[in-house]
């Protein structure tokens, strides 16, 4: 008979243990590892979480063979262009979408939240002027907690929620804040939708009318639907991790913006720009590529491959579109940063190695021409990221509190290191 288990030999001691298999509604079963270590003395090895499911979730599902997202079953092509950023985020939170009540009593919420205290505004006032805003954003959104610590009572789902909402709408506050403090300008207040908000918030001066461009904001509006999550990313993990201590939300999704960070990660848009940058000319391109496919070199192209998309990135492909209309009606049409990203986008998808390997341009590698030709900073492209992701992140640790078993987080090691030995005093050494 079938059985729905698999069975681990340990070749050394011939003994053998059998281990559940769990089912999900989509993708690879998984197989319960949680008796290994008491039935037979070992833990399991496995850097960079290849194998390993950390956690049970109902949020998002991607399978990267066949270059599937989904967000709540939805797949993420219906909902970037039938659906709005708020729209998403309310499927995000509540699992199921907004009828048009729901949603304008949301969307009421998140605007109701979107000012930040008037204290908050002295902590962009100490950074220094040429601080990264990403740097900011870790310092100031940390902070929320000690502004509003009548939300921080994890256990209390009112607090949850109201945590929830206030982070989700106070992002776009400090970021535009944040850019506006690193190029000396008066901070402007909250108002419009969400993503016109936000490029008000950066864009608009008071001295000077302001309209938003519907392109622009459409344009960011669907960059952010495609960024809002995407499981159990490095930065998603680093939420869950730092929640399972039972941190206050806003420490958490602090944690998240300092991982999303790097240039692995959410700081590819920005590498991808400083890239195009350093190859400086069409002409150029050939040697650059040499470069990326030269073992000893340690350059790679930014903007290309992904850990888990193996085939195409479903994001790549609608913001792709996007990138190309954006650039035919915002592009500076002398900037040669354009020309130069289409044409290695032309080359690098019909050169060999590239094919091979299956690496193609990723949602962050259109990203970052879209944001550039909106006129935002290259050292804002992560801050952009950490807006949209602070949705996922902000439902995935929700999930992870509201589990009724939930345990701290640690994982084990191999250690490498010395054996014991003893102490030598120093004037013996
Ligand atoms: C995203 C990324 C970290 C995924 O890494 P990964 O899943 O660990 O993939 P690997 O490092 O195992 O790469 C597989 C092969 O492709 C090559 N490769 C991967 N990304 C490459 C790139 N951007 N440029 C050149 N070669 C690349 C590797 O050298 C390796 O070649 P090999 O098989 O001959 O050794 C990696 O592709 C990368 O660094 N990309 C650029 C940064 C980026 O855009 N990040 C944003 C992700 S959304």
């Known amino acids: 008979m079938k059985k729905d288990t698999v ?22 079963s998984v197989v319960d590892i949680g008796s290994f270590y008491r039935e037979l003395g070992y833990f399991t090895y496995d850097p960079g979480f290849l194998s390993t499911a950390s956690c049970q979730s109902s949020i998002t599902y991607i399978d990267g063979e066949q270059g ?42 998140i605007n109701h939240h979107s000012m930040l205290n008037e204290s908050l505004k002295s902590f962009f006032r100490g950074f220094y002027h040429d601080a990264h805003p990403m740097a900011i954003m870790v310092g100031v959104v940390g902070s929320l907690s000690a502004f509003y610590n009548d939300s921080t009572d994890i256990t209390d789902p009112h607090h949850r929620e109201v945590a929830a909402h206030r982070m989700i709408a106070k992002m776009p506050s400090i970021a535009a804040a944040s850019f506006k403090h690193t190029i000396g300008e008066p901070q402007v207040y909250p108002g ?5 908000n936000l490029l008000k918030m950066m864009f608009s001066v008071p001295c000077e009318e302001y309209h938003v461009d519907p392109v622009a904001e459409r344009a960011l509006d669907l960059i ?22 039972q941190a ?46 030269d073992k000893n070199d340690p350059f790679r192209l930014m903007g290309f491959g992904h850990r888990v998309y193996k085939n195409y990135d479903p994001r790549a492909r609608i913001i792709r579109e ?108």
């Open 322 to 429: 996007m990138c190309h209309e954006v650039l035919a009606k915002l592009g500076d049409n002398n900037d040669p940063m354009f020309e130069l990203a289409l044409r290695l986008e032309e080359i690098a998808l019909n050169d060999d190695y590239f094919i091979k390997r299956k690496l193609y341009p990723n949602v962050d590698f259109y990203s970052g021409l879209i944001y550039r030709a909106l006129g935002i900073p290259g050292n804002m492209f992560t801050v952009m990221f950490a807006i949209a992701r602070t949705v996922g992140w902000v439902a995935q640790w929700m999930e992870m509190i509201g589990e009724e078993n939930q345990r701290i987080g640690r994982p084990r090691q191999l250690y490498v290191g010395a054996g014991q030995r003893d102490y030598v005093p120093i004037d013996k050494r």
């Open 7 to 28: 069975t681990v030999v340990d070749n050394a001691s011939g003994r053998q243990i059998e281990l559940p298999v769990k089912h999900p509604t989509q993708g690879p």
């Open 68 to 109: 599937i997202l989904q967000y709540r079953g939805y797949p993420i092509e219906q909902l970037a262009t039938q659906s709005s950023f708020l729209e998403v985020t309310y499927l995000m939170l509540n699992g199921e979408l907004p009828n048009p009540t729901q949603l304008d009593e949301f969307s009421g919420i």
């Open 192 to 196: 419009l939708s969400y993503t016109g």
């Open 224 to 245: 952010f639907i495609l960024h809002i999550d995407h499981e159990q990313n490095a930065s998603t993990s680093t939420v869950r991790l730092a929640g399972s201590s």
């Open 248 to 293: 206050n939300p806003f420490a958490c999704i602090a944690s998240g913006i300092a991982a999303l960070w790097g240039p692995a990660h959410g700081g590819a848009n920005e590498a991808v720009l400083n890239m195009l940058g350093e190859i400086g000319d069409v002409k150029n391109i050939p040697e650059y590529l040499a470069r990326a496919k």
